[in-house]
Structures are given as C-alpha cells and as structure tokens.
C-alpha cells in the first residue's frame, strides 16, 4: 500500500498511520511516501516494510555500509547526520512527554564529534566465512546465522586494524569457533582501545590459548598493549559476555587511559563509555550542574569511577556505588592514583545500599542505571533519601520517562541534556538536572 510516514517512532523507524491505526516501518523517514507491506498486524497496531521510496525525504542518503540492513546495529545508517540528530532530540522530547508529562525545554543535542569511527571497544563472536576457516562477524539481524564482516565504520580505525590482522594469525593456529554442533571453542573477541593501545580479549570455553599465537600478536601487532582470555564455565550466566575467570596472556598487567586531566586503569571486565571524547562532554556538564560545596556526594552504579574523580573537588565526600568488583577494584585504584583521597567506592546494588543511607544527609545524587532504568528499590530510596541535587544518566529515554514520573513527586526537573554517543544508531544519552522541591 502506499502511505506518508509522518514521525519518527523511538528506534528508529518511520510511523505512518492507516484508518488511524499506527503502523511501524522499519528504514522509512518522516516525510516520505512509500509503498510497504504490512509483515505482522497486533492488533492496535502494525508493523511493515518499505517496498520502494516513492518520494524520498531530504534526509534520506545513501548508506555508506554495504552490511547495514544484514547487521542492523545501525539502524539509521540511510539518515544524514542532522536528520539522525532531530530523530534522537524527537525521541528525547516524546518519551518524557508521555511518560512524565514534562514538555518543558530540552537542550540542543551536543553532537559527536566523529560520527564515524568512534567506537572504542567491539565485541564479535567467532565463526566460519564461506571457505570454512575462522573469523569474526556478526549474527544477522534477529537470528542465529553467523555473517562474516569485513569491516566496521563506527569502530575505531585502529580497533579494525587489529581485528583484520589477528584473523590470519588465529587461522594459522587452526583454532575452532564453539558452533551449536560443537559448543567448544573461541566464542567472542572483544578489543578495548584507549590512549592508542589496543587491548585484545578472546572469550572462549575451557580451553588454552597457544603462548606462541599471544607472542606472535604482540610481536607483529604494534597497537596491541595486552592479551587475556576470559572462560565461560557451563554454570556462567548465558546472558554475560565474560566468564568468571580472565587470565592475563602476555603485554601490559592493565588496561589505561587518560581522561582529560585523570588517569584510569580498567580490567577486561570493567565497564567504560564507548566513545570517548564524549564521555568527556558527559562528564564535564555533569561536574557543572552539581552545587558548590557540596559535602556528601553520592554516585550510583559509578563503574570504574570516572565520574566521581571530575566531581570530586566540589564535595568534602564522594561515595561511589558499584556491584560489579572488578569495577570496584578500579575505581579505589583510580582515587589513589589521582589523589583523590576523598572519594571511595563500595561494592553492592545501587538500592541496596542506597536504603542503608537512607538517613545520612546527601547533597547531591548521581544515577547512571542500565538500560532498564531503576529499579523499585531505589526509586525509593531516593524519595526517602531526598539528596537536595540529583542528576540522573540514562542511555534509554523510555525508562528515564518512566522514573522521572515517579521522582517528579519530590523532585523538578531543572535541565535536559541530550547527547549524541552512538551516530549512526537510534540510541542517544540524556543527562537531567533535578532539585528537591
């Protein structure tokens, strides 16, 4: 049939309506007209596919990835930048509307800087290409079929170097991937890129890693810093991308990177933004929103730490709060390294320990929760807590409604700040400034 895509929906995709029933089409812009087919009807509403553009939108361009529909991690990859930056201040704008009621100002987006290439970490499991030998790729989109992939845009430059010239190498080793017919093998190789050096992990089953592969990537490889190996026992969580056991192989001890004026040190395990340079952005508003001589701060799920060290010179103290222990383990390592003897970290969940200083008086609170927001247990902690600042990080607009509705009881909301970390994709990053009313 053919219709007019008339808005943007929150992942990405264009919205056109029919007998006033909203239907879903993956690829289509806002403005245009096209001919689709309706795939699945649920009832209240729909989901299609574009059969042709018949009128394109000014903001359509050709995607410059040739694996991006098979992939579909870059879902916006037909979109120029500044339309890929309206749909993310959309998408911002709409799910606060309709979650929190709030239609008040939102700041314009801060942009990436390098809409390409800025990735500085990947994950890509194992598999065959099509002359039976290993390599790494993708699983194509909403299936378990593996896709070789060349080459990636958004990573680094560098990150892909490496990647291209540890294929050959792993080759030469006559190494397995672990298939659903032979679950043994390498699994995921994941590098992390900071200050330079690449860092190479191979996620695999019970098995070792020949010394001379680890010394032949070290010697041949310039960029690469280290090698680990971390091992996925039967009894690990399916839904973890590491296993409970990493092994340092050869190269560096640790993992470092100078963030602005800091240094860190991460572990294979822990947690950092992918993009740097906006991490940065991020981190710099966030010290700018929080009150001058704060004296307890507190910082939930705060990984290895980074924003508690940029926040640390406005509060006497800084507690950090993080469940994951190499995280934990960092973020201590971090304060001593760069001085600041009054920020420290404890290892817990976020609600959890939250309730437990629930009658400490804390001037500011800084939230970064996961995609599924915050959980029952903090959204009241924090309501009985009543921090006089609180700012709250999220990377998913529609929770960030969600709990924003709840904390609006006590809390206004002072700013929105929208930031855009992963070009090419639908996701976006929002910072909110509230005070306790």
């Not at 808005?7 to 096209?34: D, H, L, M, T």
């Amino acid at each position: 049939m053919k219709v007019k895509i008339k808005r943007w929906g929150i992942n990405g995709e264009g919205i056109a309506y029919v007998k006033k029933k909203a239907i879903f089409v993956e690829g289509a812009i806002p403005g245009e007209v096209v001919d689709l087919t309706i795939d699945e009807d649920k009832g209240t509403y729909a989901i299609g596919h574009v059969n042709r553009v018949l009128e394109p939108a000014p903001r359509r361009r050709e995607p410059i990835c040739p694996h991006w529909q098979t992939c579909g991690g870059c879902s916006l990859m037909h979109v120029d930048y500044k339309g890929q930056v309206r749909m993310k201040e959309h998408a911002v704008a709409e799910a606060l509307r309709r979650y929190a009621n709030y239609t008040g100002k939102i700041e314009p987006m801060i942009k990436n800087p390098d809409p390409l290439g800025y990735r500085n970490a990947c994950k890509l499991p194992f598999g065959l290409d099509e002359q039976g030998k290993i390599t790494t790729g993708m699983f194509k989109k909403g299936s378990n079929e593996f896709v070789p992939l060349d080459r990636c845009i958004i990573h680094s430059k560098k990150l892909e170097h490496v990647r291209a010239a540890l294929t050959p190498l792993i080759q030469s080793f006559n190494l397995k991937p672990a298939t659903k017919d032979d679950p043994e093998g390498l699994i995921t190789l994941v590098l992390k890129e900071f200050d330079g050096k690449v860092h190479v992990v191979f996620v695999t089953t019970e098995m070792e890693i020949p010394q001379e592969l680890v010394d032949q990537i070290l010697e041949t490889i310039p960029e690469t810093a280290s090698v680990w190996q971390s091992i996925k026992e039967p009894e690990d969580p399916g839904y973890e991308l590491f296993g409970q056991k990493v092994l340092h192989l050869g190269g560096d001890m640790k993992m470092t990177l100078q963030l602005d004026d800091f240094a860190l040190d991460l572990l294979p395990k822990s947690f950092f933004q992918l993009n740097t340079r906006q991490a940065i952005n991020l981190y710099k508003t966030i010290a700018s929103w929080i009150p001058p001589h704060s004296d307890f701060l507190v910082e939930a799920y705060s990984g290895i730490g980074a924003i508690s060290l940029f926040v640390a010179d406005q509060a006497d103290k800084v507690l950090g709060i993080e469940y994951i222990e190499d995280a934990v383990a960092n973020a201590n390592a971090n304060a001593l390294i760069n001085g600041k003897e009054n920020v420290s970290f404890i290892c817990g969940d976020a609600g959890q320990e939250m309730t437990k200083l629930e009658k400490r008086k804390i001037d500011t609170l800084i939230v970064d929760p996961p995609r599924s927001g915050l959980n029952n247990q903090m959204k009241e902690a924090i309501l009985k807590s009543e921090p006089k600042t609180l700012i709250y990080v999220s990377c998913n607009p529609s929770t960030l409604g969600k709990d924003l509705a709840v904390l609006q009881s006590k809390y206004e909301i002072q700013r929105v700040q929208p930031f855009d970390f992963f070009s090419q994709t639908p996701h976006v990053e929002t910072a909110v400034l509230l005070k306790r009313k």
